[in-house]
């Protein structure tokens, strides 16, 4: 059998059934295999493009992504797509083609040997749980094996294979059966720490789950929280990837936590007796850089599977538990007592209130009303850069039939088209919002003739801003408004978008007025894509709610804790001004 054939077979054995790359000289006998047995294959034209998709359909499909990257630039230009992957703990195999075995510069004491050649794996190693370069075909299915098992075990995550050219058409002897892999199960004994969360959460007055993205990664879904939290009446806050776990309209939801999330979510947190970290550790862009004056009057407990997380804590917790998240609720939701907690919930209606738009729309507005109006099962896409990032979480309505994808540990720009183009590929949904900033836009562009060839149903909403608008706010803050990079004005220039999405045969809509902002909202249902919304907003549009500064005497800037945010309106619940 041939090498890349059996490569095939075992990844299709292990339900891969679509990969992405970017066509090369060292990887035309692993497409033709992964072809041959019937394995979809989207060809990007960028391969950060091609890996952020393969992180994007993973996601979607709760399983394994797979790319395909040539040798050389090919392997580097995915780099990004691979950081997605390891820091958000996605399950992805990247595949490289390597130049011969006898023209690599492995373990030499060199720059290149061979064309386009580089030490691809001694350059990722430290953002892959495994990483190997396979030049004979000894043991070749064994380490294919070994590198997906290592991928989908404990803590999931990406591993790389780079296989030699001419090891790729050599004939291959079968050396085992090729079974599905099933993951390593971690067992460890932590049955008095469990009990102990026990009885701290039943004695606790006012407990709060804060659900990380590791809670879904171990099987947690829509399901298990109704079965379990919400079952006890016990409420939650969650995070960016987590934020479609919940409906937003669930009373137990109480939004999303973090310098930019939302107001009310925030203020729950502080004033919980009681946090339980669900696959989660609590992060800087949760608690701020204050986080040793986190949450102070509330006990903490995390259970996490990972136990180097565990090591390496911001946040002083009082409970540390190393085990699998759904095997933790599943232990202890038989003895939870039921609980009343109006007084967190009663910070849920902080989480929104209505910004001021004058002649122009506000991106924040049009995204809350969007989100609420399609009803078809979608896929809000949002982008990691800057003012479209945060309006996508603060603002989107989540309903039964909706998930989110971002890229949120890098929160890189850029990251939108392409993870609209994997998740389309899983079959999963009938629309697709992709919510992308003007200066995200541009950085990969080249993925509006994927989309356009694919013909997918996706609004891509531009928020136009005329520039790089979350940058401006840091520049006005801390530089007394000196503006450099950020605006055309000042060294950055955008092109004309409607004659771009004509370059690309890809329908057109500029909105610039509020009637034509109500019309949209009215009509999205009909509206099938691909089409570009360019949603011309206020270059000065200030943000919903963000992390607070305030100026001392001499000039300096002291941040404010997540118990209040910016903007320092008056408070609904106890009418004092925060």
């Not at 079974?179 to 720490?193: A, E, R």
């Not at 804060?210 to 079952?231: F, M, P």
Request: one cysteine or more; hydrophobic letters at 35%.
């Amino acid at each position: 059998m041939k090498t890349t054939d059996l490569l095939a077979q075992v990844l299709k054995k292990n339900n891969l059934k679509c990969a992405f790359g970017l066509q090369g000289g060292a990887v035309v006998h692993i497409f033709d295999s992964l072809i041959k047995k019937n394995i979809s294959v989207t060809f990007t034209h960028h391969e950060q493009s091609a890996a952020l998709a393969a992180v994007s359909y993973a996601k979607s499909v709760n399983g394994i992504g797979c790319v395909v990257v040539t040798t050389g630039p090919g392997s580097t230009n995915s780099i990004t797509g691979l950081l997605a992957a390891w820091q958000d703990s996605i399950p992805v195999i990247f595949i490289s083609g390597q130049a011969r075995a006898i023209h690599t510069s492995y373990k030499k004491k060199v720059r290149q040997v061979g064309t386009q050649e580089v030490n691809i794996c001694d350059i990722v190693r430290p953002i892959t749980k495994y990483t190997t370069f396979i030049n004979q075909t000894k043991n070749f299915q064994i380490e294919i094996d070994k590198a997906i098992k290592i991928a989908i075990s404990g803590r999931p995550g990406p591993v790389w294979i780079d296989i030699a050219l001419d090891i790729q058409w050599q004939n291959i002897p079968l050396l085992k059966k090729i079974k599905k892999i099933i993951p390593k199960k971690i067992k460890i004994n932590q049955t008095k720490k469990i009990n102990k969360s026990i009885d701290l959460i039943n004695k606790s007055t006012n407990p709060l789950f804060i659900i990380g993205y590791g809670a879904v990664l171990s099987g947690i879904d829509r399901k298990i929280i109704n079965q379990t939290l919400i079952k006890k009446s016990i409420p939650s806050v969650l995070t960016w990837n987590t934020a479609d776990l919940i409906p937003t309209n669930n009373k137990y939801n109480l939004g999303i936590v973090g310098m930019s999330g939302q107001r009310g979510a925030n203020k729950a947190v502080f004033n919980s007796d009681l946090i339980v970290c669900l696959g989660n550790h609590l992060s800087i862009p949760h608690t701020t850089t204050l986080y040793k004056n986190y949450a102070p009057n509330a006990k903490k407990i995390i259970i996490n599977i990972d136990k180097d997380q565990l090591k390496n804590l911001n946040v002083k917790f009082h409970l540390k538990i190393n085990m699998d998240c759904k095997d933790y609720l599943q232990k202890i939701i038989k003895n939870l007592t039921k609980k009343k907690t109006y007084q967190l919930k009663q910070f849920k209606k902080l989480n929104w209130y209505e910004p001021l738009e004058k002649k122009i729309p506000n991106s924040n507005s049009f995204i809350r009303k969007l989100t609420t109006k399609i009803k078809n099962k979608k896929n809000i896409i949002i982008d990691g850069g800057g003012t479209a990032l945060y309006a996508g979480f603060q603002s989107s309505v989540i309903d039964s039939k909706t998930k989110i994808t971002c890229s949120s540990a890098i929160s890189s720009m850029g990251t939108g088209l392409s993870e609209t183009i994997g998740s389309h590929k899983s079959k999963k949904f009938y629309k697709h919002i992709c919510i992308i900033g003007d200066g995200s836009f541009l950085m990969n562009c080249q993925d509006l003739q994927t989309i356009y060839q694919e013909n997918i149903n996706v609004l891509i909403i531009i928020v136009n801003n005329n520039g790089y608008l979350a940058i401006r706010h840091t520049q006005k803050e801390f530089l007394n408004e000196r503006y450099f990079g950020t605006h055309p004005s000042d060294g950055i220039s955008f092109p004309n978008f409607s004659r771009l999405a004509k370059a690309f045969k890809i329908k057109y809509k500029k909105i610039n007025t509020i009637d034509k902002s109500k019309k949209f909202i009215q009509n999205c249902n009909k509206i099938k894509g691909p089409i570009i919304v360019d949603l011309i907003v206020d270059e000065s549009q200030p943000s919903l709610f963000k992390q607070g500064y305030k100026k001392n005497a001499d000039g300096s800037f002291a941040p404010s804790d997540l118990s209040e945010m910016y903007p320092f309106i008056k408070d609904p619940i106890s009418n004092t001004n925060n």
